[in-house]
């Protein structure tokens, strides 16, 4: 059997269309039932990943091999989900790479927590502090899930009463009111190491970046993106109609000393 | 002298305002010249990364680390340059991370070579063509400076003519006419492997798509992200009046077998 | 009964709230239902516009004078809804208002042609050429209801094989194949007047323009209109999550001699 | 000589290239100067808008009949000006048009208050109010140039104090603080009447929207229009890279009463 095979027991994204897709556990003997037809996972078994399979409707899913991104997007969410524009955005800016040490609050779902963590390995870590007991454990069942948890401490927390790390290179605020972090971060971060927090709204960046300037951060600036689908069809390529409107603000600053 | 002070030969990013700072090597006995005065490099040697210097005029100009965004931005280039917000969806979306083989054509300066050898250290690699040979060498030497030259394989070659490399996971077309190596990254990539091609304008976008869908590529699409700056003043909040209107267009695709 | 009283036979808006609302005609004695219950239209006539009236599951409705922003986006419509984003853009970047005279093609439901007479009132005059007899129909119809058909000349003819007017102020091509119409309106159209296309892709808007370029035209430009709504609520303002991600492109040009 | 030829004391756009035009009045003897030459008055007078004529460097400079949207943002201006896709928009929404009476605060440069009263000629009429002196002047001016000042009624004062006109048609509110005149232009208004306001900032808009929906009114909602210009050019079409990040956003609102 071929090393792209698929055997019993692996992830499998199900994919029908664009917007229409099913991330899957293979398990001899089952069966996966969409709105499209049921599929034999026994039928998947031994295939390739790129190939596709027939429901029982004879409508073709491709046998797709999830990215962390499909993962993501699907996690148990008892919290806003991170876009991959902005996950993306966040690594980009603040250097997230193989290495780093990152400190982050709150943990939510884990699905930001998982993206960092799979961006440090191996040799760097994720520390995440989470206050409610029922997110931290969802969070820990996503990251066991995905096969992220070495990389990662969770730690059932306020943040805002001080934290243990020193030194981290990337500090994240992921919650409501991210101004209360500010200095126990700033304390977990060494010399110019970067901040990121995630603002649903405008009235948080604006109360972020005024404290963030207050408690001598650099390079203190906010972004947001808006991302655009493009229907590129021979002769008639338009952007989408259909369109998210908004998702968050991130700030972005460096550590002053 | 702590860990994180500033040594003789250390890259530092002098940073005077938003949009306004330089990347700069640290040399014992030598000056930065500005608009707005000189450095002594000596009076920078010792101080922690964060810290602040003076300059001849009295301007406080603060010492950063540079991160990766910061040395792309400023990479010698003969081509256009791939912003970070681009370079943030292409990881997110191909789950580019430590470990996964990558190939890429054209190298061009080199940017998106070592934002991408950046992520798959240590146990990946980035493979890299280019049939210009004064761009290969300006991307070596980029990729040297920043010490990412161990995790990438130039090569000088059409990529159309078919590359050597099998069971790729993600692939990288940044060329003008990308429609014309789909068929060599194609042989290249694993099943289910990413394919990512960035094209500015909206007719490469359609020719690549449609070029995609006929070689049996899957979960086709598009994408363009607009990054909208936020200046966040306490009760003068507003996006920035300035503002970048276009980069590229993305185009997704993965491997169908 | 004051001035701004309702009276029998008066056209109302029923609204409940943001995107729900109802563009009724009152009838002594009759009912009109919603899903939040009906109400009287007895208990309306006499009321003032701006008041309110309460449904049979005692919900608040507001009785509002509708605008010719209410009408249009309620036309019967055979045809693609042009939006008052793009209908506003068009009035003011081609001067349109009192005593123009303006050529349009094609008519479609009537909804741009009847923004157009109201606002070329009372000594302009908007002449609109269809080729489906339905559809010039039911545009007739729109017109007569909002009180417009005066200032409006409908004819069924394929306007590429010239149309009888000069020395018109503007004209507006709204079909799927502009570029037919250039010569027979750039005919229609006095020195320097001013034309506008409307194109859902951009593909339209590239040929539109080519062909503008090569008739003589001058200062020819395309431009979206992206509209974002922010909801503004004390402490937690933000944009919309909810948004039309694209509607039309618009190019502009003005007549060479 | 033709109805459409240039006349001495015409006004004539004097267009170049796409955003580098003048807008002179012709007169018998002079000379205007570019960059690109300088053009005779004389060589002008006779030809038709729409022709073009040569400076004295050889370049090709079309005569265009300037349109309101040209007199607007060339209006001697103390204040931000207000764009073509924001008026537009105003239009639209609130239903300018010949015969509505419109109250307006404050009057800056005149150039929304002409735009305004060229929509209502010739039997609607603008209101507008303005404190300070010197601003009023300017604006009486613009628009005594665009011939407009017939239509409407300039009157120093502050408007919050109260203003004589009762059962208008549209309120348009233009100052830093907006929220000051909501009692004041909700008298001023007929029920059901369109309010429109102008702010720079997220946070006017949000104090804006509190205390219109504090004072009964209905329909309120917050609009920016995002303009994009793309390029549209035979098999390289993209959006143009320039690009105004803001202007401004529009709270619109309807008179409860």
């Known amino acids: ?58 409508k073709t899913f491709r046998l797709l091999k999830p990215t962390i991104a499909d993962f993501l997007m699907r996690f148990s969410r008892p919290t806003q989900v991170v876009y991959p524009k902005d996950l993306g955005m966040i690594a980009a800016w603040t250097g997230l790479s193989p290495g780093k040490i990152v400190v982050e609050s709150g943990t939510g779902s884990g699905a930001l927590t998982a993206f960092m963590a799979n961006l440090v390995r191996p040799n760097g870590h994720v520390y995440t502090y989470e206050i409610r007991e029922e997110f931290m454990e969802v969070a820990k069942k996503n990251l066991q899930k995905v096969g992220l948890l070495d990389y990662v401490t969770t730690t059932k927390k306020d943040a805002k009463e001080g934290i243990d790390i020193k030194d981290a290179d990337i500090a994240i605020i992921d919650v409501g009111d991210p101004w209360t972090l500010v200095e126990s971060f700033k304390n977990a971060l060494k010399g110019s190491g970067m ?44 952007p989408s109609m259909r369109m998210i409107g908004h998702t968050a603000y991130i700030t972005f600053a460096r550590k002053g000393v």
């Open 1 to 58: 059997m071929s090393d792209s095979a698929i055997n019993d027991n692996d992830l499998v994204l199900l994919y029908l269309k664009q917007h229409k897709s099913w991330l899957i556990r293979i398990k001899k003997g089952e069966k996966t039932h969409t709105h499209a037809g049921f599929i034999e996972h026994n039928a998947i078994i031994g295939k390739e990943f790129g190939s596709s399979v027939e429901s029982s409707t004879g």
């Open 195 to 238: 901040l990121a927090t995630i603002s649903p709204t405008m009235n948080q960046a604006e109360k972020i970046t005024a404290e963030l300037l207050e408690k001598g951060f650099i390079d203190v600036w906010t972004v947001e993106l808006i991302s655009r689908e493009l229907e590129a069809r021979t002769g008639m390529t338009r």
